[in-house]
């Protein structure tokens, strides 16, 4: 079972970026597509972007395209998601995921 951590969630005015991180454990992390999730109060977790583990072949959410970018780093076995132009319906908990494998999540808040 592959560890992920993710880092880099907070609070930021509507129109502000972040960045997240998601650190993983595990020898096949370049192999593996990893992807972003975010599950917001009252609401299911929803799929917000992937990128695949060769190729670096991405595909979003359409209410994220343009606006977020998911990248990674196979010789760090990191993933990111740089978040720009946030709106404060993108308030959720944010989650890393590798086939079964979840992080922990980080709170990302948009105030308006």
């Known amino acids: 079972q592959v560890q992920l951590v993710e880092s880099g969630g907070g609070l930021v005015q509507a129109g502000g970026s972040l960045r997240l991180s998601c650190a993983a454990s595990?020898?096949?992390?370049?192999?593996?597509?990893m992807s972003w999730f975010r599950q917001a109060p009252g609401k299911e977790r929803q799929f917000v972007a992937t990128?695949?583990?060769?190729?670096?072949?991405?595909l979003y959410a359409d209410s994220v395209k343009g606006r977020f970018t998911i990248s990674r780093d196979n010789v760090k076995n990191t993933v990111y998601l740089q978040m720009n132009s946030l709106k404060p319906e993108d308030t959720a908990v944010y989650y890393c995921?590798?086939?079964?494998?979840w992080g922990q999540g980080t709170q990302v808040t948009v105030s308006s």
């Open positions: 595990g020898r096949t992390f370049s192999a593996r597509a």
């Open positions: 990128i695949s583990g060769n190729t670096f072949s991405t």
């Open positions: 995921n590798q086939g079964t494998s």
